[in-house]
């Protein structure tokens, strides 16, 4: 298993935080809590890597 590092926001208008990998190109998604958020990142990260 390896570890990344991801940059979170929350977005002020929607309120969803707003997460991207910088090492990983495409890896960006958002989710209305930050489980939901990790989530849809590892999701995102298993595809690219597919």
């Known amino acids: 298993m390896r570890n990344l590092d991801a940059i979170v926001e ?3 208008d929607t309120g969803l935080y ?3 990998v910088p090492s990983f190109s495409g890896a960006h998604s958002q989710g ?3 489980d939901e958020l990790h989530a849809n990142l590892e999701e995102v990260i298993a595809l690219l890597l597919a």
């Open 32 to 34: 209305k809590t930050l």
């Open 18 to 20: 707003i997460g991207y």
């Open 10 to 12: 929350r977005c002020p």
